[in-house]
């Protein structure tokens, strides 16, 4: 397994592209299982969810090219309409094909995702609101077996608001018989993408971005080209970068209104941003100040850069307090960042940190995709050497951070083999 060697110290200069958006991508793969013919995908980041999505479309009976980012998947033969948990407990994302599989081919079998290392993450919601469209689901021996002969329009009032939940019964409800009403709708940038996406498909929906979704169902959809937006999560990963090493970089084919609560605090703790169309310039002083964040769903403070944040705040001018309010046990990169000297005090879901001058290099253990990017973050600040270990995790979901972050001046680099 490789590991990623970082010596601390040197403030990021320059400019980086952001890729297109994991999120994004992976809903909107599932979604092409819903009409048959080739769709043409641009701005795809070459990432390891990717290709696993990839092989369960092939499983399903697909033929996937990936090529210069660039997609092409031709969804005519599809002929098996199962997950396998092979596949699926190496990514929960693999959930998303539950819907089409169900709304086109009337049948599905989709490993039910088990544990995750940032808590628990049932899937109730799905299950529920695919009964209330009419589908019959089983449990049996691990998986979820759907079925229904024509799924049928209904009201759906979500107790949580949920990103894969509602992108999977968005996905069901296009082919639907009727309209189907969703309340409570996650409004994250990736599932109005998704909606985007399935409009251009020929789908019949309102309220795109707003918390209630109206989709009238139509007879069919029909194949697009289609073009990825950029990813606000390695958007935001690369402003903390910036801050924590008193940086000065611009980010290019990025959207600054996705990371607009990030840019709020960012500026809060003393950094100087501006925003192009698609660019956002930000150049940090030597030490940032303190600030609080509560994770919240779009457009509050993302949980997916919590674990960034709390590394930032770890050499943040006086004390900070962070509450996770999405995954209440997502705190796995703390006991980490403890390693190479940081003061966090870790209560339930909050955590209080105390900023100190700066962090000491040791071996870390990555847990998860975020916690491994926070991990990266603080080597960058810490003096000596950090190796940050078992990067499959961050491989994951950024596209060749190392590189990027090697261009913008960081002593880094991977080095195979490791444990
Ligand atoms: C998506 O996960 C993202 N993954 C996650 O990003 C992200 O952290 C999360 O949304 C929240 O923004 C993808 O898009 C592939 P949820 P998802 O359903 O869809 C509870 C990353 O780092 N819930 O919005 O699984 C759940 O436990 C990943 O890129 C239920 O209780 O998240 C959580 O507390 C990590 N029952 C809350 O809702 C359900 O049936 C939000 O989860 C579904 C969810």
């Given at each position: 397994?490789?590991?990623?060697?970082?010596?601390?110290?040197?403030?990021?200069?320059?400019?980086?592209?952001?890729?297109?958006?994991?999120?994004?991508?992976?809903?909107?793969?599932?979604?092409?299982?819903?009409a048959s013919g080739?769709?043409?995908?641009?701005?795809?980041?070459?990432?390891?969810?990717?290709?696993?999505?990839?092989?369960?479309?092939?499983?399903?009976?697909?033929?996937?090219?990936?090529?210069?980012?660039?997609?092409?998947?031709?969804?005519?033969?599809?002929?098996?309409?199962?997950?396998?948990?092979?596949?699926?407990?190496?990514?929960?994302?693999?959930?998303?094909?539950?819907?089409?599989?169900?709304?086109?081919?009337?049948?599905?079998?989709?490993?039910?995702?088990?544990?995750?290392?940032?808590?628990?993450?049932p899937v109730d919601l799905h299950i529920k609101a695919f009964e209330q469209l009419g589908a019959d689901i089983e449990l049996n021996k691990g998986y979820i077996v759907a079925s229904a002969d024509k799924l049928k329009g209904t009201h759906v009032n979500f107790d949580i608001s949920s990103v894969g939940a509602t992108g999977n019964i968005l996905m069901a409800a296009v082919l639907s018989d009727g309209r189907t009403v969703i309340e409570n709708a996650a409004r994250e940038p990736e599932i109005s993408a998704l909606a985007n996406f399935l409009v251009k498909m020929g789908a019949d929906i309102s309220g795109i971005g707003t918390d209630r979704l109206l989709i009238n169902g139509v007879k069919e959809l029909h194949v697009v080209d289609f073009e990825i937006l950029?990813?606000?999560?390695?958007a935001g990963t690369f402003l903390i970068a910036a801050a924590i090493t008193g940086g000065e970089i611009e980010l290019r084919s990025v959207d600054p209104s996705h990371v607009s609560s990030l840019t709020g605090k960012l500026r809060n703790s003393g950094i100087c941003i501006e925003e192009g169309e698609s660019s956002i310039y930000c150049k940090a002083p030597e030490r940032?100040?303190?600030?609080?964040?509560?994770?919240?769903?779009?457009?509050?403070?993302?949980?997916?850069?919590?674990?960034?944040?709390?590394?930032?705040?770890?050499?943040?001018?006086?004390?900070?307090?962070?509450?996770?309010?999405?995954?209440?046990?997502?705190f796995t990169h703390v006991a980490e960042l403890r390693r190479l000297g940081a003061q966090i005090e870790l209560k339930k879901n909050i955590v209080v940190i105390r900023g100190i001058d700066t962090l000491n290099g040791a071996p870390v253990m990555s847990t998860d995709l975020r916690a491994s990017a926070s991990l990266i973050l603080a080597g960058l600040k810490a003096e000596g050497q950090t190796e940050v270990l078992r990067v499959y995790h961050i491989d994951r979901g950024y596209e060749s951070i190392e590189k990027k972050l090697a261009n913008l001046g960081a002593t880094i680099r991977r080095e195979e083999g490791g444990y």
């Open positions: 397994m490789d590991k990623i060697i970082i010596k601390g110290g040197r403030p990021l200069k320059g400019t980086v592209n952001i890729s297109g958006a994991k999120n994004a991508v992976l809903p909107i793969m599932a979604a092409t299982l819903l080739k769709f043409t995908i641009k701005n795809v980041p070459d990432l390891l969810d990717v290709k696993t999505m990839s092989n369960l479309l092939r499983i399903i009976g697909a033929k996937v090219q990936y090529e210069d980012h660039t997609l092409t998947i031709d969804t005519s033969e599809c002929n098996f309409f199962e997950a396998p948990y092979e596949l699926v407990k190496t990514m929960r994302a693999s959930i998303y094909v539950l819907g089409p599989l169900l709304a086109r081919f009337s049948k599905a079998k989709v490993s039910l995702p088990g544990g995750c290392a940032i808590g628990p993450r950029p990813d606000r999560i390695e940032v100040r303190a600030v609080n964040i509560t994770t919240s769903s779009y457009p509050g403070f993302p949980t997916d850069l919590q674990a960034q944040w709390l590394a930032l705040m770890c050499v943040a001018n006086g004390s900070s307090v962070i509450t996770e309010n999405i995954f209440v046990d997502r």
